[in-house]
Structures are given as C-alpha cells and as structure tokens.
C-alpha cells in the first residue's frame, strides 16, 4: 500500500478514508424460512425437553464439527461449568485458563468452587502459551481450558500431549470459534470437551445459548444429566429410570426449540460464511503484511479455515509508544471506521469480583504478555465487518494503514 504517509489525518483536517463512517453486514441473520419454522414450533406448543428442532441440531453441528455427541444448553457459561463437572473438577482442584479471554472462563471455574490459574498467552496468537501452561502444572491441576480467541486458535497439539500425560482435562473454549477446524476436523472435536456459546454477537446465535460436544460417551451422559436435573440421556420428561452418580450436582439448564430452529437456520449457511471471512481475512491480511507498526493476529499453526469472532491487530510499540489507545481509535473514527479494543488480563476486569488469594492464582505473579496487549493497543474489528464487500475491506485495510504511517501526526493531536 502506497503514499499512505502523504495523506493528512482526518483528525487533523485531512480528507478521510471514507466520508461516510463504514458499516459492518447486519448482525444476525434473520430469513423467512426461520421466521416460519419458528411460528409452527410456537403453534405446535412443542418448546422444550429435548424436542425435535433440539435433537436435530445437536446431531447436525456434533457432525459438522466430527463429534460423536452433543449437548445442548443455555448459555456457553454453563456449558464450561457443566463440562468441569463433567470431568469431576471440584473443590480443591486447579484449572489453568488463559489470561487474556473473556470472564466467563474463569468463573465458570469457581462457580463449581475450583480455583482457576491465569496462564499467560502467546504474543502472536493471542491464545494460551502451551509451554507456560506446562510450567504452571502443580499436583492439584484438574483441567485446562485453551480458548480459540478471536480469529486463532491454540496450539492443540502441543497443550493436548502435555495434558494427556499429566491426566489432565482439556476443555476447549470454543465460544468464539462455531464452524473452525484444526488439521480439518472442527475445533471442540479435539479435547475432552468442547464448549460452545450461541449468544447475540457470535458468529452462530440465537440469542442466548450454548453446547458442549464431546466424543466421549461417558462424559456425554454425565453432561446430558448436569443440564436435565439428573435425567439420563433420552429418557422421556417424568420417566428417570436411573439417578445420577452420587454428588453429581445436577441443574436445569435447557434450551428451547426456538433457539434450535434459530441456529439450525444459520448452520446451514455457516461453512459459506466462514469461507468468506477467511477469504476476506486473507485479504486484509496482504494489504497490511510489512507496515511498520501493526500486527495481526497469527492465525492458528495448523487451523483452516478459521471462524473468526473477530479479527484483531496490534499496534505495536516500535511506532506507537506513547501514543494512548484511545487517540487511535479517535483517529480511525474520523477516517471512518470504529472498532472494538481487546480483552485486558481476566484478574483486572472490573466484573471478575472474587476475593483474591483463594479464588484464583496468577502463575509467576503476573502475565506480561496479556497484560502488554490489553495495555499497548489491540483494535478487534467484530466478525460481521468480514461478511463486508471486497471494496470496504480495501477501505478498512486502508485506513489502518493510513493511521500506521502517520504516527508522528498523531502523537502531535491533542
Ligand atoms: C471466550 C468466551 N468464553 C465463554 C463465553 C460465555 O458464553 P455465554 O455468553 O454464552 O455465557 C464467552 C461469551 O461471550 C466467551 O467470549
């Protein structure tokens, strides 16, 4: 990309990228076919306990992601507490979580009273550093629980070997990755669970909900009984003929059949959707690759295509030291595009509400990396801007690199 230095800032009364700010491809889906599938569901009074619409989907996106089983839940919160219980993490167990996700990670794990250990993250993919997790292994560490952040995804490979030896649990945080695949089979197959999250912004949603899948028939039947107050895996509503296993702490977490007519609409059409933001991604990927001063986020070693929640670059520090994060958002605004900042580390989110030293640790007191991204400048563009036509991501990858060859101006703006 050329002369991108030669043109003044719109913050500094330049012309802007893009006159009218952009906008992202409405977000969710709504078609006519859902609409009506929904009104005949709502007539037939069918809306709940393992219902038709839920027992397709949860066969339906089991195999889109080469898994034996699903269970289909709420909300992809309870899913990760339903998958830890699962797994029979309790009170006085550690789970590692990656410092840099969104809380629910975390809380999921001391909502069924375990401690959760901030492990730091790779600087380029931004999701759990496997060598770290191995040295934060201590006798009590139950699970880990890699998340596929944003538009990557964790080293699988690497965490899965060092678990299996140690008989650790690996959870998969899927909430931001439906539809991703690692050396071609989906992401959430690869662990002992996958965790999965439907809610508004993702990029498969209905609202509110959530699924764990598994290959694992065992821990299948425990996760169907978690979520149906201990009722065994199809056994009719009122017709138990078996309880669960002593002090398995089963709840009411079921989801409805509206919310599965919902998302089996949008399956349908999720590999297409994946593949144009992956093409997109790419796209937006050669027009910044060598400018000084932005990085995007590594795709994961072995992942394709990738379901990208969101699409993140770093305005790293050889350039922009000094310059505050909300400067550039203030500056890319006026070019005519907005966007999201990252997560920061869990333990200093203003939510995560937990006395200290007994709910959770921070492995060697502190995680650089994470705390470095939140802290230096990582802009997360949410998935729907990559469903954009190719010519508003040459101007999304045009004003991103208008603002990295113009630092200097920038510092200068008050
Ligand atoms: C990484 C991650 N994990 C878990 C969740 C929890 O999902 P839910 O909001 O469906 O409870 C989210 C939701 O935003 C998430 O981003």
Same mark, same amino acid.
């Given at each position: 990309? @050329?002369?991108?230095?030669?043109?003044?800032?719109?913050?500094?009364?330049?012309?802007?990228?893009?006159?009218?700010?952009?906008?992202?491809?409405?977000?969710?889906?709504?078609?006519?076919?859902? $609409?009506?599938?929904?009104?005949?569901?709502?007539?037939?009074?069918?809306?709940?306990?393992?219902?038709?619409?839920?027992?397709?989907?949860? @066969?339906?996106?089991?195999?889109?992601?080469?898994?034996?089983?699903?269970?289909?839940?709420?909300?992809?919160?309870?899913?990760?507490?339903?998958?830890?219980?699962?797994?029979?993490?309790?009170?006085?167990?550690?789970?590692?979580?990656?410092?840099?996700?969104?809380? $629910?990670?975390?809380?999921?794990?001391?909502?069924?009273?375990?401690?959760?250990?901030?492990?730091?993250? &790779?600087?380029?993919?931004?999701?759990?550093?496997?060598?770290?997790?191995?040295?934060? !292994?201590?006798?009590?560490?139950?699970?880990?629980?890699?998340?596929?952040?944003?538009?990557?995804?964790?080293?699988?490979?690497?965490?899965?070997?060092?678990?299996?030896?140690?008989?650790?649990?690996?959870?998969?945080?899927?909430?931001? $990755?439906?539809?991703?695949?690692?050396?071609?089979?989906?992401?959430?197959?690869?662990?002992?669970?996958?965790?999965?999250?439907?809610?508004?912004?993702?990029?498969?949603?209905?609202?509110?909900?959530?699924?764990?899948?598994?290959?694992?028939?065992?821990?299948?039947?425990?996760?169907?009984?978690?979520?149906?107050?201990?009722?065994?895996?199809?056994?009719?509503?009122?017709?138990?003929?078996?309880?669960?296993?002593?002090?398995?702490?089963?709840?009411?977490?079921?989801?409805?059949?509206?919310?599965?007519? !919902?998302?089996?609409?949008?399956?349908?059409?999720?590999?297409?959707?994946?593949?144009?933001?992956?093409?997109?991604?790419?796209?937006?990927?050669?027009?910044?690759?060598?400018?000084?001063?932005?990085?995007?986020?590594?795709?994961?070693?072995?992942?394709?295509?990738?379901?990208?929640?969101?699409?993140?670059?770093?305005?790293?520090?050889?350039?922009?030291?000094?310059?505050?994060?909300?400067?550039?958002?203030?500056?890319?605004?006026?070019?005519?595009?907005?966007?999201?900042?990252?997560?920061?580390?869990?333990?200093?989110?203003?939510?995560?509400?937990?006395?200290?030293?007994?709910?959770?640790?921070?492995?060697?007191?502190?995680?650089?990396? $994470?705390?470095?991204?939140?802290?230096?400048?990582?802009?997360?563009?949410?998935?729907?801007?990559?469903?954009?036509?190719?010519?508003?991501? &040459?101007?999304?990858?045009?004003?991103?690199?208008?603002?990295?060859?113009?630092?200097?101006?920038?510092?200068?703006? @008050?």
């Amino acid at each position: 990309m @050329k002369n991108i230095k030669m043109e003044k800032l719109a913050i500094a009364g330049g012309k802007p990228v893009s006159v009218k700010q952009l906008k992202p491809m409405d977000w969710p889906p709504r078609d006519k076919a859902t $609409a009506k599938k929904l009104c005949e569901v709502y007539m037939s009074g069918k809306w709940s306990f393992n219902g038709t619409e839920e027992q397709a989907f949860v @066969k339906e996106y089991a195999k889109f992601h080469g898994a034996k089983y699903g269970v289909f839940m709420v909300n992809g919160t309870v899913t990760l507490q339903c998958a830890l219980a699962a797994c029979g993490v309790g009170p006085g167990d550690e789970v590692i979580v990656p410092a840099l996700t969104w809380l $629910a990670t975390s809380t999921a794990v001391n909502q069924i009273g375990a401690k959760t250990v901030f492990v730091d993250i &790779d600087p380029l993919t931004l999701c759990l550093d496997p060598q770290k997790f191995k040295e934060a !292994i201590t006798p009590k560490t139950k699970a880990v629980i890699p998340v596929h952040l944003y538009g990557s995804n964790a080293d699988l490979d690497v965490i899965i070997s060092i678990a299996k030896k140690r008989g650790i649990f690996v959870i998969e945080d899927c909430a931001h $990755a439906q539809g991703g695949k690692w050396k071609g089979r989906g992401l959430g197959s690869w662990g002992d669970i996958g965790s999965f999250s439907f809610q508004q912004s993702k990029t498969l949603s209905c609202g509110e909900g959530g699924i764990c899948l598994t290959n694992d028939e065992k821990l299948a039947g425990l996760l169907y009984r978690l979520k149906h107050i201990g009722y065994a895996a199809n056994t009719a509503q009122g017709k138990a003929a078996s309880g669960p296993p002593a002090g398995l702490l089963c709840n009411n977490y079921r989801a409805t059949e509206f919310q599965a007519v !919902i998302l089996r609409g949008q399956l349908k059409g999720l590999a297409k959707l994946i593949a144009l933001y992956n093409r997109n991604a790419l796209r937006l990927e050669k027009q910044l690759a060598g400018i000084p001063g932005l990085r995007v986020q590594a795709r994961g070693r072995l992942a394709g295509p990738q379901s990208y929640y969101g699409w993140a670059v770093t305005f790293t520090d050889d350039v922009f030291a000094g310059i505050p994060f909300s400067s550039i958002q203030k500056a890319m605004t006026a070019e005519g595009l907005s966007t999201w900042g990252t997560y920061g580390p869990v333990y200093k989110h203003m939510l995560y509400n937990l006395p200290k030293n007994s709910a959770y640790r921070i492995a060697n007191g502190k995680c650089p990396v $994470a705390e470095g991204i939140a802290s230096s400048k990582t802009a997360v563009l949410p998935h729907p801007w990559l469903g954009s036509d190719a010519a508003t991501i &040459d101007l999304i990858a045009r004003i991103f690199a208008k603002i990295a060859g113009n630092a200097d101006a920038l510092r200068a703006v @008050k």
